[in-house]
């Protein structure tokens, strides 16, 4: 018996450390309680939408809950581990914010979905936006999926949410959802009925543009969103064309086709310009990757073997991609580091 009371106890204690192990973790705080506004000190280990849970101890344990009607303010003290994550981000670190706001992520994630409107913007919800934006900036698309789910639970205000529903946008191109992610851009577009100029050479149709009130930071995930979902679906199109036999009778469908994706990549192309251009400096993982999708798709393009033009500006732009990340340039583009040679030289 002895010895199945001890098997039992330390089970028990196991289980109990296991638990301990994955409480979130308390954050200080002082309240202002009720009719008198009375400040309660203690330790936050979690909430809901109608209750805060508050301890004595700075381990979090023997927590108690209090009505969050009965709270007047929060006022928190930030974790020493959240300003090392807030100082990685201003740093433009991201590559190890990733990893320290995935952490807070989910030590604060006892808090982060409390809909009650003192709940609002606190870091367990916080956490979860920044993780994907470090996510994003540094193109680990894949790895937002599963906390795209979260960030549209916690408590976040008016401020978040336009970036909050851009990361649908990247959660399609992880998915290579081509269509939605293309259906997805046309809501941030002036619709082309309502542009002056559209088929009178005034506008050109690979000119269409947003909607006002979009800021520079949003506008340039929209047009590298949008030139990747028009880039990918002209790839579409063009295998269709390769697989149409050539012939008398179908030169007229052919001819359709090609057009349609000549304009389509004059689209997208545009696009990865204004993305890398509007935004620079803010955003440099996409500028950078805007310039490389405008690398590739250059080099696609039917005229480019015969256009001097432009194939010293796709040698500018390898060469400014290489000087300002000689890593992360790909290989398969060293032949658009080689100076092209002007067919009309010596003539």
């Known amino acids: 018996m002895k010895i199945e009371y001890k098997s039992v106890f330390i089970g028990t204690l196991i289980l109990s450390l296991l638990s301990s192990s994955v409480m979130a973790k308390p954050i200080a705080a002082t309240l202002t309680i009720g009719k008198n506004k009375q400040d309660f000190p203690g330790y936050v280990t979690k909430a809901d939408d109608n209750n805060i849970y508050i301890s004595q101890f700075e381990n979090g344990v023997n927590a108690a809950g209090y009505s969050l009607a009965s709270v007047s303010e929060i006022s928190w003290r930030e974790p020493d ?18 990893v320290a706001f995935q952490k807070a992520m989910e030590d604060y994630r006892g808090i982060a979905n409390s809909k009650h409107p003192i709940m609002k913007d606190n870091i367990g919800a916080q956490a979860v936006f920044y993780y994907m934006e470090c996510l994003r900036r540094t193109g680990q698309f894949n790895s937002m999926m599963e906390p795209y789910v979260r960030v549209q639970k916690v408590n976040l205000g008016s401020k978040w949410q336009d970036q909050i529903r851009l990361f649908q946008g990247w959660a399609h191109l992880a998915g290579k959802k081509w269509n939605p992610l293309r259906l997805m851009m046309e809501a941030y577009e002036i619709k082309e009925d309502d542009i002056q100029g559209v088929g009178d050479y005034t506008i050109a149709p690979n000119e269409l543009p947003l909607k006002n009130g979009i800021n520079v930071h949003h506008m340039a995930q929209i047009f590298f969103l949008r030139a990747k979902s028009t880039d990918e679906l002209a790839n579409g199109l063009d295998e269709e064309l390769q697989s149409i036999e050539i012939s008398d009778e179908t030169m007229e469908e052919r001819n359709e086709l090609a ?82 040679v002007d067919p009309n030289q010596g003539k």
């Open 81 to 98: 581990d959240w300003k090392a994550a807030m100082d990685l981000w201003n740093s433009n670190n991201f590559k190890e914010g990733s």
């Open 259 to 340: 057009g349609k994706i000549g304009v389509m990549r004059s689209q997208a192309l545009t696009d990865y310009n204004r993305s890398t251009t509007i935004n620079y400096g803010q955003d440099r993982g996409l500028a950078l990757r805007s310039m490389m999708s405008s690398l590739y798709l250059i080099k696609k393009l039917p005229s480019f073997s015969e256009n001097f033009t432009m194939q010293k500006e796709a040698h500018g732009m390898a060469k400014l991609l290489s000087g300002l990340s000689p890593t992360v340039f790909p290989s398969d583009l060293n032949d658009l580091l080689e100076e092209p």
